[in-house]
T-cell receptor, first 109, second 113 residues
Framework: GQQVMQIPQYQHVQEGEDFTTYCNSS?????IQWYKQRPGGHPVFLIQ?????EVKKQKRLTFQFGEAKKNSSLHITATQTTDVGTYFC?????????FGGGTRLMVKP | DSGVTQTPKHLITATGQRVTLRCSPR?????VYWYQQSLDQGLQFLIQ???????AKGNILERFSAQQFPDLHSELNLSSLELGDSALYFC????????????FGPGTRLTVL
């Protein structure tokens, strides 16, 4: 079935550094959603991208959907300790979410 | 607080036992989804119900079953439990369409000893 690969698995950054996580699919995605899960918490919806080449921003977070709709990225500028958590991409198709493996972000103060 | 509630928060049981996890969706949401999160398998979709009817099935074992009641709350039943069933089980809800945002509950942590 559909698989969404996400890299890297882990990322340690110094506070203030930038961070990027990438999602890739071998097939065209109908959409891509991004979720954040804080340690000990539950996934929280961040954003959905639908159109080819779409770029959306939320304060220090920039989300991109590739032109071929086979990849997506989440970039955080100047990380803060509050950004700690695992970031998941997911395709929402056919009433189910297919999640990538997640990228766990750790921020050193 | 997403508005989705799940009980219990933690559950410890033995192999071979049966447990029931409960989920109440956000007010007005008709769709309920169940997900399993484990270290080796990540976040996996199990099953979806919409207004009482099963709508989609994912990687759900035959030992697992679910239902959605007329008041829209849902239960996930896990039977003949194995050590490998230890995981976080999340319920999520959405208004209706498949492109809707899904709101996740706090999860039930199941430990099978």
């Amino acid at each position: 079935g559909q698989q969404v690969m996400q890299i890297p698995q882990y990322q340690h950054v110094q506070e203030g550094e930038d961070f990027t996580t990438y999602c890739n699919s071998s097939t065209t995605l109908s959409n891509i959603q991004w979720y954040k899960q804080r340690p000990g918490g539950h996934p929280v919806f961040l954003i959905q991208l639908v159109k080819s080449g779409e770029v959306k921003k939320q304060k220090r977070l920039t989300f991109q959907f590739g032109e071929a709709k086979k990849n997506s990225s989440l970039h955080i500028t100047a990380t803060q300790t509050t950004d700690v958590g695992t970031y998941f991409c997911a395709e929402n198709a056919g009433n189910m979410l297919t999640f990538g493996g997640g990228t766990r972000l750790m921020v050193k103060p | 607080d997403s508005g989705v509630t799940q009980t219990p928060k933690h559950l410890i049981t033995a192999t071979g036992q049966r447990v029931t996890l409960r989920c109440s969706p956000r007010s007005g949401d008709l769709s309920v989804y169940w997900y399993q999160q484990s270290l080796d398998q990540g976040l996996q979709f199990l099953i979806q119900y919409y207004n009482g009817e099963e709508r989609a099935k994912g990687n759900i074992l035959e030992r697992f079953s679910a239902q959605q009641f007329p008041d829209l709350h849902s239960e996930l039943n896990l039977s003949s439990l194995e050590l490998g069933d230890s995981a976080l089980y999340f319920c999520a809800s959405s208004t209706q369409t498949y492109t809707d945002t899904q709101y996740f509950g706090p999860g039930t942590r199941l430990t099978v000893l």
